[in-house]
Every structure is written in C-alpha cells, then in structure tokens.
C-alpha cells in the first residue's frame, strides 16, 4: 500500500510508525506539510495515489485544515477532518461528550472576564481554566482564590490571543494523584496507562510517571461511547477515577503513544499499524 | 557524528535518522532539525507553537 504521514515534526510516535509500515513492505511517503501547496481540487503530488493518509502534524491549525483539504481530494485520511475538528477544540469536545451522555467535568464558557469570574466563584475553589486549543498541559491554570482568577483573567483577555478570550472553566476533579489514557482504534482499546504526578497536572509530556493499567468494562464502554461522539478513529482517551466511576475530560486526535508503548503489555505500533491496513483496504474497496 | 550550526560541537546521530526529527545538541542544548540524512543537514529546529500537541 501506499501510505502518506502528514508532518512536520517526526517525533518519536512517527518513528515508531514509520518503522512498523517499512518493515511490512509498505511505500511510505512523508509529507512535511510546511513544504506542500494544497489546491481546491488538485492533490499535491504526494498525497495523489495514497491509499491512505495519516495525520500526524503537530500542529493543531494544520491539522484540521490539511485533513479537510485531504477529504477533498477523495484521499482516505486518519483522522478524518470532523474529528479533528472536534477534538482540536476544548469546547466542541466537552460539547458533544455531554450530548452523548458521557460522564465529563462540569464545565461553561463565558466570552467577559465578568462572566468568567460568575463562573468561577459559582464553582467554588479549586477549579480550572484551560485553552480551547492546546495540549501538554500547557497554559491550564488550577485556581485557587479569587485574587489568583482576578489576576489569570486579566492576564489573558490582555496578552492573549482571541482564543484566550474563550474562558474555559472546568470543575476541579479530586483524582488519585493520576489520569488514565486510553488508545483506541474506532472505539476498540490499544493499550491504558496510568499517569501520575504530585502535581494536579498528570500528563506525560508534564513529566508522570506512567505504567500499564487494564481496561476494566466501564472503561471500555466509555471508550467505545467518547471515540462515537467524536466521530471514531485513531484517539487517546484521557479519564479520571472519582472514587467507583469514571469522568472523561477529553479525546484527542493526533494522539502521542511513545510512552504507552513503554509499558504496554502489546506492540501498540503494531496494533495501530493493523488497524490503519484495515482502514486503507476498506477505503480500497469502497472505490472498487 | 556532525557539527552543531549553534555551537559548533560534534553532534552524536543515531543510525535510524530521519529528514524532520529533532536532535539535541549535548554540548550547548540546542534543538537541531534534521533536514538531510545524505549527507547530513541540520538547522535550528522551529520554536514551540501555542497550537502544537496532540
């Protein structure tokens, strides 16, 4: 098959996957998005005669557009461009986990820093502003007091791109010191870890410590219902235990797995590899 | 082994390089990206993005 990866950064996550698509004989073609011209109806050379595209940028703006563009050129491509929309975007993801009835922190969005701090208090102390758009756990603010939620919202309807003026606000989840990622390919689980931290932040990029952790039934039932709600795909869950259940607090969609696949009991490359051949077959067949 | 273009030490590559990966340069910590494998080409890597993550 051929097989194009959408980058622009080739991080470890891409080298696991270049390597497991070389090995199985596949023509792989690295598409550094920063270099490509995508028309309105012409495919960039590159991704022409793809069976299957993957979206591997790093970059949350490309993402969403480049999948868009690679749809239109009638191109199989993982994720698809309404996931990545979903996903890309702290409230559209917050929105549409709600709607499918999905346990998911209480969370409201206010556009004036006077609607935000109603909020705020309304909440009470702690509770937690984050970006619509970003990850690592970057620019999330654990509030503590009202002086601390006075100053990080003048702080960000100042300096702050537009975006910033989106006040995300989220309940503060009492999780076990950890967080849990889930892998999934349309709903089906990979592989879990547990992230752990003594910080309210538990993100790998953040540093946690991570280690293998079982899918237990109402994990994968959650799993199988948030990857639906975004449209499916290649995606990491995040949960949080609150005490006998589960909260999911996002879906995301160019999903990092180097260091699930450090203490994963399966080949997660592998696995993942498996399931984009099925998808490239399908989509082979749909045009036959 | 290269040269780092930030410092000018020698740069260690591992075997299984590849055109858009980063390498950090031990001696000074700058974030290199490679742009050529053959022969190998590197060049200060990109700032963070606000928008960059998964």
Sequence with gaps: MRIGMLYSRIRRDEKLLLSELRERGHDVVKIDVRKQRFGLTEPPADIEGCDLVIDRCLATSRSRYVTRFVEQYDVPVVNDPETAAVCADKAHNSLVLADAGIPTPNTEVAFTKEAAMEIIESFGYPCVI???????????????????????????????????????????????????RVLATDGEPVAAMARSSDHWLTNAAKGAETEHTEVDDEMRDLVARASESVGGGLLGVDLMETGDAYTVHEVNHTVEFKALNEVAETDVPATVVDWLEARAEAGMEATV | MTECIECGADVTLHDDLEVGEIVDCATCGAELEVLGTDPVELDTAPELEEDWGE
Excluded: C, N
């Design chain 1, 130 to 180: 984050k970006p619509v758009v970003g990850s690592w756990g970057r620019l999330m603010a654990k509030i503590d007091t009202r002086s601390a939620a006075e100053a990080i919202l003048e702080h960000k309807e100042t300096l702050g791109h537009y975006e910033h003026k989106v006040f995300y606000i989220q309940e503060f989840v009492e999780k076990p010191g950890r967080d849990i």
